[in-house]
C-alpha cells in the first residue's frame, strides 16, 4: 500500500525556517518524481514545487522561488521541503504527493503536515 | 502564475448533472489537454479525478468526466450523489514545467 507521511509543520515566527519531511512507503520512490503543494487554511490548493527521481529537474512556483528548496534522499525513501525567510501568508497544510505521467498529476497524496507563521 | 478561474460554487440535486469550468489562458489550458482534476472532502487530502483533460484513473467513477474547448476546462459529474458533494480544483500545465492549480469550486447536492 503506497503511504506518504509527512512531518516537521508547527509553529514558526516570521522570518524563522522550518524543513519539512515525508516518508514513502509501498512503491519504488526512486523512480517516481515527487511534489509539495500546500492549501492555506480555508482557501485552495497552491502547487509549491516539483523534484524529478534522480533530483535533476526541480521547480518552484514563482512566490517561492529563492525561500523554499526541495530535495530528497532516495536511500532514505524521503522527500524533503526547507522553508526559509517564512511570512504569514505562508501558513498552510502542506502535503507531499507522487506524480505520475509526462506531465505530471498527482495519484497519492499525504495526509499533510501544518505550518504557521505567527509572532 | 495566475490560478485558473473555477466558480466559488455550483448545486445540483440527486441525480441531476452539473458542470465546473476552469479557465485559464492560451499559456496553459488553452495550449496542452493536460488539465487534472481532484475531489477534496474536508479535512481530507485531495484524490485524482481526471487527468488530461478526459481520462479517468483507475476506479472513479464513470459519472465523472472532462472536457475542453478553448480556453476552458470542464468537469461534469452526472447521476449526482450524496457523496459528490466536495471541493473540486482543476490544474494545468504552464509549459514552463510548473502546475497552477484553480480557485475550487464547493459542489452541494442539494
Known amino acids: 500500500e503506497v503511504q506518504l507521511v509527512e512531518s516537521g509543520g508547527g509553529l514558526v515566527k516570521p522570518g524563522g525556517s522550518l524543513r519539512l519531511s515525508c516518508a514513502a512507503s509501498?512503491?519504488?520512490?526512486?523512480?517516481?518524481?515527487m511534489n509539495w503543494v500546500r492549501q492555506a487554511p480555508g482557501k485552495g490548493l497552491e502547487w509549491v514545487s516539483s523534484?524529478?527521481?534522480?533530483?535533476?529537474?526541480?521547480y518552484y512556483a514563482d512566490s517561492m522561488k529563492g525561500r523554499f528548496t526541495i530535495s530528497r534522499d532516495n536511500a532514505k525513501n524521503s522527500l524533503f521541503l526547507q522553508l526559509n525567510s517564512l511570512r504569514a501568508d505562508d501558513t498552510a497544510v502542506y502535503y507531499c504527493?507522487?506524480?505520475?505521467?509526462?506531465?505530471?498529476?498527482?495519484?497519492?497524496w499525504g495526509q499533510g503536515t501544518l505550518v504557521t507563521v505567527s509572532s | 502564475q495566475s490560478a485558473l478561474t473555477q466558480p466559488a460554487s455550483v448545486s445540483g440535486s440527486p441525480g441531476q448533472s452539473i458542470t465546473i469550468s476552469c479557465t485559464g489562458t492560451?499559456?496553459?489550458?488553452?495550449?496542452?489537454?493536460?488539465v487534472s482534476w481532484y475531489q477534496q472532502h474536508p479535512g481530507k487530502a485531495p484524490k485524482l479525478m481526471i487527468y488530461?483533460?478526459?481520462k479517468r484513473p483507475s476506479g472513479v467513477s464513470n459519472r465523472f468526466s472532462g472536457s475542453k474547448s478553448g480556453n476552458t476546462a470542464s468537469l461534469t459529474i452526472s447521476g449526482l450523489q450524496a457523496e459528490d458533494e466536495a471541493d473540486y480544483y482543476c490544474?494545468?500545465?504552464?509549459?514552463?514545467?510548473?502546475?497552477?492549480f484553480g480557485g475550487g469550486t464547493k459542489l452541494t447536492v442539494l
Open positions: 509501498g512503491f519504488t520512490f526512486s523512480t517516481y518524481s
Open positions: 523534484i524529478s527521481s534522480s533530483s535533476n529537474y526541480i
Open positions: 490544474c494545468s500545465y504552464t509549459g514552463s514545467s510548473t502546475l497552477v
Open positions: 488530461e483533460g478526459s
Open positions: 492560451s499559456s496553459d489550458v488553452g495550449s496542452y489537454n493536460l
Open positions: 504527493a507522487r506524480a505520475i505521467g509526462l506531465v505530471p498529476r498527482f495519484d497519492y
